[in-house]
């Protein structure tokens, strides 16, 4: 009798473990914003130029915002654009810089800003409107 309690045991922690991973990897939070390389940010963007879709995910590492492309497989960000933050519950700052997105991996740039309500802001060169972003890190 003692076994059976201790294997019923046994499987509700690894069943409670595996169900808090789960809780944790689901409360990622997307937010999207866009940025608008046409001339004089015409938010229709250009034939030449589309807007490019970025999107900044919180929640994946604390501390932690990742950048990257709004559409499939994570593409649709500029690649090699200028990534700057600033944790506004903090004073915190920095600069990135988006991955080249060479060998089939989308563009990205992973930023250590600290917990707090962050502001990003992305300057994709040329004549473009930057995009801008504010979202809550934990």
């Not at 046409?38 to 879709?53: I, K």
């Amino acid at each position: 009798m003692k076994f059976v309690r201790r294997l019923a045991v046994s499987a509700a922690i690894v069943v409670g473990a595996a169900l808090a991973q789960g809780a944790t990897a689901s409360a990622e939070s997307i937010v999207p914003f866009q940025i608008n390389p046409a001339p004089y940010g015409n938010p229709n963007g250009s034939f030449d130029a589309p807007a490019g879709t970025c999107v900044a995910v919180t929640g994946g590492q604390p501390g932690a915002v990742t950048i990257t492309g709004g559409k499939e497989g994570r593409w649709g960000c500029f690649v090699a654009a200028d990534v700057r933050w600033v944790n506004l519950s903090t004073g915190a700052s920095g600069a990135a810089r988006m991955s080249d997105g060479l060998f089939g991996f989308p563009p990205e740039a992973i930023l250590q800003t600290g917990p707090g309500q962050v502001a990003v802001v992305i300057i994709g060169g040329g004549i473009n409107t930057a995009g801008l972003a504010t979202f809550s890190v934990s």
